[in-house]
Nanobody, 123 residues
């Protein structure tokens, strides 16, 4: 399976942006999907995850209420919709996958990573 994140760019504080993750090489519904981000000079950290069916989600406290993860298993895609962005959200955003039997929004063990997409929040 391969992942490709897209949709990054420059956005003003308070703005919104939606990132997409295209899944190829396998059927997406075999995998839990996650979004992670790495701010400049810092470690990569979890943003949120979504279960195989999309029924379950997890969000880091720093983005809860502002970010929404969704997925479309028919079209093998996932999205990260971000609103009320702040400069602290500036980072390279990655989507990741973990093959899993359970339908849970697991937060660890992601073993497939796509190339990131840069989000810059600046006025």
């Amino acid at each position: 399976v391969q992942l490709q994140a897209s949709g990054g760019g420059v956005v003003q504080p308070g703005g919104s942006l939606t990132l997409s993750c295209a899944v190829s090489g396998d059927t997406a519904d075999k995998y839990a999907l996650g979004w992670f981000r790495q701010p400049p000079g810092k470690e990569r950290r979890i943003v949120g995850t979504i279960s195989r069916s999309g029924k379950g989600t997890y969000y880091a406290e720093t983005v809860k209420g502002r970010f929404t993860i969704s997925r479309d298993n028919v079209n093998n895609t996932a999205s990260l919709h971000m609103v009320a962005l702040t400069p602290e959200d500036t980072a390279i955003y990655y989507c990741a996958a973990r093959e899993l039997q359970l339908d849970v929004p697991i937060t660890s063990g992601y073993h497939v990573w796509g190339r990131g997409t840069l989000v810059t929040v600046s006025s």
